[in-house]
């Protein structure tokens, strides 16, 4: 599959085509700009693009620019990693109706896909980077009332209606398994179960807990992936630009006979 780095190195490519042309490429999305537009450079070196024949501009410099400033994003996140850790501390007091409020908000946070064109700090960037999933369930072993509130459940509830325990289970395991990859998903339910059981010993807790952590999704993939959108997007905005510039069916034609 193709990286980052070659949608840059085709990025880069395009705007270059179109510069010496004598065309002005579109204006770069928001997204874009955060990680630098392509500048020309006369100390651009020609390479050719992985698993590709074609040649394209590689001046480390100039990829760098396209490529997401991992750094910077990191420093975005700051301000809402400590909102978020404050809210998952906030669990230890919180009754049920609040908590089960609180998952909800972070699921559908989670679930949400960024468009290409928005920030790169997005809101599963912030809380995968972050502590909280890993406080907010330290929050809830503490939580006694909560805790006795979602096991004591009556033996004979109708099964059309899911109380509010039941909603707050379902909705704790969802922002679990959303920050886990797939392979791994099925670790949400032990952990909770090995978390919340107040006959868990300590060490069993910080194992679980500690799993948890290992097998997290890496929020640097996060933010690559919808780099990589943004990157594709471009170029899609970049080739239609290209079909419009006059010659450029024979010059396709040519390049199709050559190969």
Same mark, same amino acid.
């Given at each position: ?83 978020? $850790? ?11 109706? *609040? ?11 989670? !679930? ?5 064109? $928005? ?27 909560? !805790?006795?509130?979602?096991? #004591? !459940? ?6 059309? #209606?899911?109380?509010?325990? $039941? ?21 949400? *339910? ?13 060490? *069993? ?18 933010? !690559? ?6 990157? *594709? ?27």
């Amino acid at each position: 599959s193709r990286t980052p780095a070659d949608f840059a190195c085709a990025v880069a490519f395009m705007e270059s085509f179109l510069q010496a042309v004598g065309l002005s490429s579109s204006p770069s999305a928001p997204q874009l700009r955060q990680m630098s537009s392509f500048r020309s450079s006369k100390s651009s070196k020609w390479q050719p693009l992985s698993g590709g024949h074609s040649e394209t501009p590689r001046s480390s410099e100039d990829l760098h620019e396209l490529l997401p400033d991992l750094a910077s994003i990191a420093a975005a996140t700051e301000q809402g990693i400590l909102a978020l $850790e404050e809210e998952a501390r906030s669990l230890e007091r919180a009754p049920l109706q *609040e908590a089960l409020n609180l998952i909800q908000q972070w699921s559908q946070g989670l !679930r949400r896909r960024p468009r290409a064109e $928005e920030s790169l700090a997005s809101f599963k960037a912030k809380f995968l980077r972050s502590n909280a999933l890993e406080k907010a369930l330290e929050g809830l072993r503490k939580n006694v009332p909560l !805790r006795n509130a979602v096991f #004591d !459940r009556p033996l004979f509830a109708s099964s059309e #209606d899911s109380s509010p325990a $039941e909603a707050f289970l379902a909705e704790l395991r969802s922002v679990m398994q959303l920050c886990l990859p797939r392979s791994a998903a099925q670790l949400a *339910e032990p952990t909770l179960q090995v978390v919340l059981a107040e006959s868990a010993d300590p060490s *069993e807790v910080t194992a679980a807990l500690t799993a948890l952590r290992a097998f997290k999704e890496d929020w640097r993939e996060v933010v !690559r992936s919808q780099a990589v959108r943004g990157l *594709e997007r471009r170029l899609d905005s970049l080739t239609y630009e290209l079909q419009k510039t006059p010659g450029s069916a024979a010059l396709s034609s040519a390049r199709r006979a050559s190969q």
